[in-house]
């Protein structure tokens, strides 16, 4: 994910920048740059890949005086990580660094060229200087232009802008995406897109409300708000403790990584779909052809999303899809035919038995695709082709964005390969594009909900054992809710289809044993629900998620009314996991780092 810093002051802006930068790293990236303005000159460098490669050309750059900097991590979404696509950006004589995504930018690009101004890169963001620069023209101030052009932005965004017509301010606005701005005794200016790079730096920081826009310089820092207000700064005391700042003011890694599913998912989406169709720039348009079958092979999380695309795939594309895990797939000896397209999913990229069946499925010469969170990892580099997930660096052992991603590039290309077989109508995609969009507030999580589950997880520290059930593709659902159940509670859960339980597991039933019920309302409801009747007549302790209120249960968790399944699927996703962390936080368990695994398992 991007990282913005920016600094005015006396110390040396560049290791400032650099230090603030290396800071942001963990969040993931594929290029940095910096831009500084010292002595009426502007020095920027921009280096793909890592920041030793930035450090590298900046060796011989020296910042010693009053300067002022800024300085960006990005990782790629509007045009391929490149060193023309890297921020900042700059126009005549102005730089500009930016997070979030500028919807407008199509539109805002179009009037600019025409205007004959030339563009050098492939992003959104490049449009802010340049259209900051056109106003420049018809202003009497620099910040009235800035003021002008964030009122044109439609979209998420934090900005800093910096420019020769105001040498010592460095210009800001927010709007959807974090940014904050500290200070010190030395009247030193610092921001940053999250705590980290300011931590030793400064103690007082303001963090910007959604619409705030001002500038700074050495002496003042001006605010306004979205009505063009002038505000006061909230300053606060910022925790020197830098792991801390990395969570962002959660718990728990696994705890943040739910809560931004939201903000990934949108990343996902970027570029991926207009209202008509989906699309995949990676994916070449004969991908499909002569392919009569899908096999996907995956490890744990990511098995259980590609559980949830064979009921996608065969649903929406009608092609017939099957799912293996990948350790057993490696010594079965298995039937590997020509017109089969093979798909890997992982996370890391790295997991030994994954990455071993796509080397089997590349010896026998099968197309090959992998989705995947890592860029670069070695199922990346291996792999005919490849769908990143964009879900940014998970830390948290217990997966949860990844997999959230990974059901969303899975829907998207149900519709996609759909598309091309012609399976499903014009306007029915178009309604599921329509749904897709919705997914980033489907996943968004109400403290309400947060709450409700926080309060009934102490219901569930005991008993002998947990079934999640669901039917359809609330089956892996419930998979992968027994999954994190187990991982950081260790406690024993199983998923099982709800259908399934008659045939055996039920005899377990009492009031020790703990359902959790999965009750879509738009997908067999009636039928999952009589499933729970079954085992709540035989005195099961059922927890029923549901938009629709169910008598039969003990506890109910109330999800949102959806028009869609899959939203619900998304809604309860979030549901799952929330409880499972809830669990194992009363039960006193490392949850980032839950005893006996590792998050990349890179041994058989
Ligand atoms: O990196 P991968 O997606 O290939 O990893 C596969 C599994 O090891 C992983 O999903 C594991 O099950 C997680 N701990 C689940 O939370």
Redesign the pocket.
């Known amino acids: 994910m991007c990282g913005i810093v920016g600094y005015i002051g006396n110390k040396n802006t560049k290791e400032i920048l650099l230090s603030g930068l290396k800071e942001l790293e963990y969040r993931g990236y594929d290029s940095a740059g910096i831009a500084v303005l010292q002595n009426d000159n502007f020095q920027s460098y921009k280096a793909i890949g890592k920041l030793v490669n930035l450090e590298e050309k900046t060796k011989n750059f020296i910042t010693d005086n009053f300067a002022i900097g800024i300085g960006h991590t990005r990782w790629a979404t509007h045009g391929k990580p490149t060193e023309l696509n890297a921020h900042p950006h700059t126009g005549e004589s102005s730089y500009v660094v930016h997070n979030g995504i500028i919807e407008n930018y199509a539109k805002l690009k179009k009037e600019l060229i025409a205007d004959g101004v030339r563009f050098l890169s492939q992003t959104d963001t490049e449009v802010i200087v340049h259209q900051f620069e056109k106003n420049l023209k018809s202003t009497s101030t620099a910040f009235d232009a800035f003021s002008k052009t964030i009122k044109k932005l439609e979209g998420t965004y934090a900005i800093l802008l910096v420019t020769k017509s105001e040498k010592e301010s460095i210009f800001f606005a927010k709007h959807g995406s974090p940014m904050l701005v500290g200070t010190n005794s030395e009247n030193e200016k610092y921001f940053a897109s999250s705590d980290a790079p300011l931590i030793g730096q400064c103690n007082d920081v303001n963090y910007f409300e959604d619409g705030d826009y001002g500038y700074v310089n050495i002496d003042e820092l001006t605010i306004f708000d979205i009505n063009g207000e002038k505000k006061e700064p909230i300053f606060t005391k910022l925790s020197q403790n830098k792991l801390s700042a990395q969570k962002d003011g959660f718990r728990f890694f696994m705890e943040k990584e739910i809560y931004e599913q939201g903000d990934v998912i949108a990343d996902t989406l970027m570029g991926r779909l207009n209202d008509k169709e989906i699309i995949f720039d990676e994916l070449d348009d004969s991908l499909f052809d002569g392919i009569n079958e899908i096999k996907l092979c995956?490890?744990?999380?990511?098995y259980h999303s590609a559980l949830s695309a064979t009921y996608l795939f065969e649903r929406y594309a009608k092609i017939k899809t099957s799912v293996e895990i990948a350790s057993e797939f490696r010594y079965r000896k298995p039937i590997m035919s020509k017109d089969t397209l093979f798909v890997v999913?992982?996370?890391?990229?790295?997991?030994a038995d994954?990455l071993e069946t796509l080397k089997m499925a590349k010896k026998v010469g099968l197309k090959t695709l992998v989705i995947c969170n890592v860029d670069n990892s070695s199922m990346v580099r291996l792999a005919d082709t490849c769908i990143l997930t964009r879900a940014g660096v998970e830390k948290g052992?217990?997966?949860t964005k990844?997999f959230a991603t990974q059901v969303t590039i899975f829907w998207m290309m149900s519709l996609y390969i759909a598309q091309r077989r012609d399976s499903l109508g014009t306007k029915e995609i178009s309604r599921q594009i329509s749904l897709i969009r919705a997914i980033p507030t489907s996943v968004k999580v109400k403290d309400s909900l947060h709450e409700r589950i926080k309060r009934l997880s102490k219901r569930y520290l005991h008993g002998h054992g947990f079934f999640f059930i669901g039917r359809d593709i609330f089956f892996p659902l419930a998979l992968e809710g027994a999954?994190?159940l187990k991982?950081i509670s260790y406690l024993h859960a199983e998923g099982y289809p709800s259908g399934e339980m008659k045939h055996g597991p039920i005899a377990l039933a009492d009031p020790e044993l703990f359902t959790i019920a999965l009750l879509p309302q738009h997908l067999l409801y009636e039928k999952s629900k009589s499933n729970v009747e079954e085992l709540s007549a035989r005195d099961s302790t059922i927890c029923a998620i549901s938009a629709l209120e169910f008598d039969k249960a003990d506890d109910f968790i109330k999800i949102s009314s959806h028009q869609d399944y899959m939203l619900e699927f998304f809604e309860m996703m979030v549901v799952v996991q929330l409880l499972s962390l809830e669990i194992s936080v009363r039960l006193g368990n490392d949850v980032d780092m839950p005893r006996n695994?590792a998050k990349?398992?890179t041994v058989e």
Do not use: M, R
Not at 345 to 350: A, D, K, L, P, R
């Open positions: 995956a490890c744990g999380t990511s999913i992982s996370q890391s990229g790295e997991t994954t052992v217990a997966s990844a999954l994190k991982e695994l990349s398992v």
